[in-house]
């Protein structure tokens, strides 16, 4: 590992620290459990809940709804964004209807869902992908309009077009927003799960989060809330890693070029 990436892991571990830290100092002003549980509480918590077989099965139906909604919502996404990019009159009548679709909060598209398709994996899945829809489509469309122009000139000179040049140039080197896009997607994606599963019903982590909140099981909430944070921040971390790897890919063919 190099010097920056030591650098990035002590960063990360001193915040962590930090929010610890002022997270055991509020619960020792309060000097509540009901209210705010200590860390010790909830990391005992969380160690019983790791032992728990039902436990692990609620995370991975939470996270196979994310990852499902994240592709769902991708495969929607990706090819709409190079139809917007390519072709002018496509985007300048569609772009509007799409920005105005995301005012409408997912807990009011979740009932509809629920009639539409039922109740179930597919339906929250379904949630999760038109939340996770319109940042991979933004950000896709921004790193294709951003592409070089002068590279795209020359590899058209070069007899490259259509599929040749989506494939070889346009998108290796958009990769990386894709990549920010999916980043930013799976991470609404698993609060898309949680809302599902309070709306539709579920068996993940959204039921559990619903009966600690309604047992007032404070040290439980905090601890299916950390699994889920860890969730995300474990695929945001992973689509991180590829991003920061394709870019030094890119960079380096840049070179050789």
């Known amino acids: 590992m190099d010097l920056f990436g030591m650098r990035r892991i002590l960063v990360s571990l001193s915040g962590i620290t930090s929010l610890i830290l002022l997270w055991q100092l509020l619960a020792l002003m309060m000097h509540n459990e009901s209210l705010l549980p200590s860390p010790f509480s909830v990391f005992s918590r969380l160690t019983t809940d790791f032992g728990n077989q039902i436990f692990w099965q609620e995370t991975w139906i939470t996270f196979s709804e994310a990852l499902l909604g994240c592709l769902f919502g991708s495969f929607l996404a990706l090819p709409l964004a190079y139809l917007i990019y390519k072709n002018r009159v496509f985007a300048a009548a569609f772009e509007p209807i799409l920005a105005i679709s995301q005012s409408i909060p997912a807990v009011a598209l979740a009932p509809l869902l629920a009639v539409?398709?039922?109740?179930?994996?597919?339906?929250?899945?379904?949630?999760?992908?038109?939340?996770?829809?319109?940042?991979?489509?933004?950000?896709?469309?921004?790193?294709?309009?951003?592409?070089?122009?002068?590279?795209?000139?020359?590899?058209?000179?070069?007899?490259a077009g259509g599929i040749n040049l989506l494939a070889l140039v346009e998108f290796p080197m958009a990769f990386p927003a894709v990549l920010s896009g999916l980043r930013a997607g799976f991470t609404l994606s698993v609060t898309g799960a949680v809302v599902g599963e309070f709306v539709m019903g579920g068996q993940g982590l959204g039921a559990r989060l619903s009966l600690e909140s309604a047992n007032s099981d404070m040290a439980g909430l905090f601890s299916t809330i950390l699994v889920l944070c860890s969730l995300a921040a474990f695929a945001f971390s992973g689509i991180s890693f590829i991003e920061r790897h394709s870019s030094d890919a890119n960079e380096l063919r840049m070179w050789e070029g």
């Open 116 to 159: 539409w398709v039922g109740y179930g994996l597919i339906a929250i899945s379904a949630l999760c992908a038109l939340i996770v829809f319109f940042p991979i489509l933004v950000t896709t469309v921004l790193g294709l309009r951003s592409l070089p122009r002068e590279i795209l000139e020359a590899a058209r000179l070069d007899g």
